[in-house]
């Protein structure tokens, strides 16, 4: 086992790992930016360490200072955290070269699922569900215009190596598929580098719904059930359960199945998620993450386990604390991602923290690295807090989320804190019936932009 692991990333995820290695006895590093100095995860870890300026392409994502970090301190493996270089495969190839261990899959996997052409080719002769469309790459307009007429409309214009809902543009009619393709084209080349693009079939009202998977790299591998992160704006998550209430336990074991047995095959190592849209009870892959998710809290209340744990094992070469059969559904967990934002419009907002006070009691966990006094620097992502409640069934999660939500205290700045208690009113959220649209059209009808 690993005696020092580095942490490559800020924040809550940071607080995150840094937790998991003091349990399980090892040393932690944390790597900060000037602007970060005193931030919670350079207080907490045992030692820190300064990588660079403010923006994150000079510090968090400097791969040279981040492995002489490494080298400066001793540690022996590096967690990436969500975000950042935790999907860089030459990031993993060179922490592989310095002798370093990178808690995570490998280059060749982060590489496969980083480009979503070939994800969903691998996941399609891996026998996984995907949304009809183009087979490959779509070379030009004439050539998209021709499948869109073939496929028939609405259909989505997706850039191939886009993430973080960039890269995406929807063609309503043949009308809109210059202007999509034109669009999702230029956008993976400004962000992403890369102009290629494909084309699938739109669906009108799905349901985002993901499957966590979990290898040990020697062909072992079990899923986690399900995440419903329907709930989206502007296709970021910001309100995430676990089960997902439309699936039911036979659908929940075959597509969990079908999940675990293609990360087996390809001996995929550590934590993993396979997202779906869901729709008429029909499964259709559009995406695979290779790390540690945003909202895998929910997965972790409901079946006890520890995934950074887990994954520090597997880096390490041991073996997975629990198999298919030792995983059991207890109760209902649900995540709402607290951001430094204002509402109606959602504008980031950072600034000093003048009074925080955390939610506790049964069922209730507050990943925040926030403390009174703080000063959220504008320079990074507007996340400062994942609330998550576990109840005995749905409806016992969704009053503790609301009892939590009301003892939740930051001041100095807006959040996206009342939006929740907003949310919580409604008789669809405690229903569960809402798709991926739904909190779009719910934001146009009460949030109107002013
Ligand atoms: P990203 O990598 O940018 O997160 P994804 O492929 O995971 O992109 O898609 C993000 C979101 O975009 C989905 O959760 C869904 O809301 C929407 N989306 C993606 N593909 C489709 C599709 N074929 N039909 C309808 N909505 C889609």
Not at 164 to 181: I, L, N, P, Y
Not at 228 to 252: M, N, W, Y
Not at 309 to 331: H, K, W, Y
Not at 423 to 441: C, P, R, S
């Amino acid at each position: 086992m690993f005696d020092k692991i580095l942490i490559a990333n800020r924040g809550e995820i940071a607080l995150r790992v840094i937790r998991a290695c003091r349990e399980m006895g090892i040393k932690s590093v944390a790597v900060h930016s000037t602007a970060d100095a005193d931030a919670m995860h350079v207080r907490m870890a045992d030692e820190a360490i300064c990588i660079g300026p403010a923006p994150g392409t000079e510090s968090y994502l400097n791969m040279a200072a981040i492995i002489a970090a490494c080298e400066v301190t001793g540690a022996q493996a590096i967690h990436p955290g969500y975000g950042f270089l935790s999907e860089n495969a030459s990031f993993v190839q060179i922490i592989e070269d310095h002798g370093l261990t990178f808690i995570g899959p490998t280059a060749e996997h982060i590489r496969t699922m980083g480009d979503k052409i070939t994800a969903k080719d691998t996941m399609i002769k891996l026998g996984v569900p995907c949304v009809p469309g183009s087979e490959g790459g779509v070379p030009d307009l004439a050539a998209a215009k021709k499948l869109g007429d073939e496929m028939g409309y609405p259909v989505i214009i997706k850039a191939t190596a886009g993430g973080g809902g960039r890269g995406m543009k929807v063609a309503a009619t043949a009308a809109d598929m210059e202007s999509a393709f034109m669009t999702a084209r230029a956008e993976g080349k400004s962000n992403f580098g890369n102009d290629e693009v494909y084309i699938e079939k739109y669906l009108t009202t799905p349901r985002h719904i993901e499957i966590q998977v979990f290898g040990d790299g020697k062909g072992k591998a079990v899923h986690l059930g399900e995440r419903d992160c329907s709930l989206q704006r502007r296709h970021q998550k910001v309100f995430e359960e676990a089960p997902g209430p439309s699936i039911t336990p036979e659908e929940r074991a075959k597509i969990g199945k079908v999940c675990a047995d293609a990360v087996a095959k390809i001996n995929y190592i550590g934590a993993g998620t396979i997202e779906f849209l869901y729709e008429n009870g029909e499964f259709y892959f559009i995406e695979m993450n290779t790390r540690l998710q945003v909202e895998h809290p929910v997965t972790e209340a409901i079946f006890g386990v520890d995934l950074v744990r887990e994954q520090i094992l597997v880096a390490a070469g041991e073996s997975m604390t629990f198999g298919q059969d030792d995983l059991e559904i207890n109760g209902h967990s649900i995540e709402v991602r607290i951001n430094a934002e204002r509402l109606p419009n959602f504008a980031p907002c950072p600034g000093k923290i003048t009074a925080y006070h955390a939610p506790g009691g049964l069922g209730v966990r507050m990943d925040s690295a926030l403390y009174q006094g703080y000063s959220i620097p504008p320079y990074y992502d507007s996340l400062i807090g994942k609330l998550i409640v576990h109840g005995r069934d749905r409806a016992e999660a969704l009053a503790r989320l609301d009892r939590a939500l009301g003892e939740l205290i930051v001041d100095g700045i807006d959040t996206t804190t009342p939006l929740f208690h907003a949310l919580l009113q409604e008789k669809d959220i405690h229903t569960g019936e809402y798709n991926i649209h739904w909190l779009e059209k719910w934001l146009d009808a009460n949030m109107a932009e002013g």
